[in-house]
């Protein structure tokens, strides 16, 4: 049974508004007269991505953001946020191919094609890929972090101390010692260290300077 899919028929305007919420404010609702005035976006274009957000599961039926709007203005959420957005709008995809957001423009477009049942060259699915394609240009869709690293303390601008999530497992090993003949012990360790997913490399630095201090010595 063919299956709608969402689209905006004003993709780059829709980006643009999305730009604009992680820098205003949250409203009580997001509303026609908050596009109009807080994000300066007039007209029947702005006003018709209302709806788009609305399936995308930023904002409620009521006008109210929701957490994952106020999560996608967290910069170091952003992305993540819009990931989530993404499998929300497109879930019939991810039903055909778990990894549609990886899939070439060819094979989306017969994704496409295939769920909906519309024409290849109609404008309803250039539109429905071009909106698949701006959404998942600026979303991540790896999973978040195991880790939890504490970034600089900017009330004294000292870094917090890091604790980077290790498991080691200790690996015992026989072997000679001396020239006695005697049979001494080695301990070694195998370390699983998870690396948060960020770009930054401030958080890397800091992770391994901790695990020289702490496990490695001088």
Known sequence: MAENLPYSTSVGTLENMLEKIKSASVPER????????????????????????????????????????????????????????????????????????????????????ECTGGEKDSATTKYTLSTLNMLRRIADFDSESEVDVEMPDSSNGHAAPIQPNIQATPQFQIAPRGQVGGKGINLSYTINLNLPSTKDIEVFNAIFKSLKEHLLGD
């Open 30 to 113: 997001f509303t026609q007269d908050f596009v109009s005035t807080k994000l300066a976006m007039k007209g029947g274009t702005a006003a018709s991505c209302i709806p788009f957000l609305k399936k995308m599961g930023f904002v409620a039926s009521d006008g109210t953001p929701t957490d994952l709007y106020k999560e996608f203005r967290n910069p170091k959420k952003s992305r993540l946020a819009v990931g989530k957005a993404f499998k929300k709008l497109y879930h019939k995809l991810y039903e055909m191919n778990e990894y549609v957001h990886d899939a070439k423009d060819q094979d989306v477009l017969g994704l496409i094609v």
